[in-house]
């Protein structure tokens, strides 16, 4: 399974950016894929994830009503919609997927949040 993540970038306090991560060479269809975030000194934690097979989420605490993860099934591609953004938000965000034991990570984008 490769992973391809695109969206970071430097947006003001307030604003919004959009993440994306498109998997391939997937051979099931029933997977979870979410985001995780890593910022400076800080170790790796859970953003928001999403199961195929039901579209149940999670999200962390810090994130609901800010941050909504959705999944395009036809295009293996999730997405991270993430509206209020905060400089507690700025970060190294990771695309991970796990399928049946085994997990994948896609390479980080960066978020960089201004006040």
């Known amino acids: 399974v490769q992973l391809q993540a695109s969206g970071g970038g430097l947006v003001q306090a307030g604003g919004s950016l959009r993440l994306s991560c498109a998997a391939s060479g997937i051979t099931f269809d029933d997977y979870a894929i979410g985001w995780f975030r890593q910022a400076p000194g800080k170790e790796r934690e859970v953003v928001s994830c999403?199961?195929?097979?039901?579209?149940?989420?999670y999200s962390a605490d810090s994130v609901k009503g800010r941050f909504t993860i959705s999944l395009d099934f036809a295009k293996d591609t999730v997405y991270l919609q993430m509206n209020s953004l905060k400089p507690e938000d700025t970060a190294d965000y990771y695309c991970?997927?796990?399928?049946?034991?085994?997990?994948?990570w896609g390479q980080g984008t960066l978020v960089t949040v201004s006040s």
């Open positions: 991970r997927f796990q399928q049946r034991g085994d997990s994948y």
């Open positions: 999403i199961a195929s097979t039901d579209g149940s989420t």
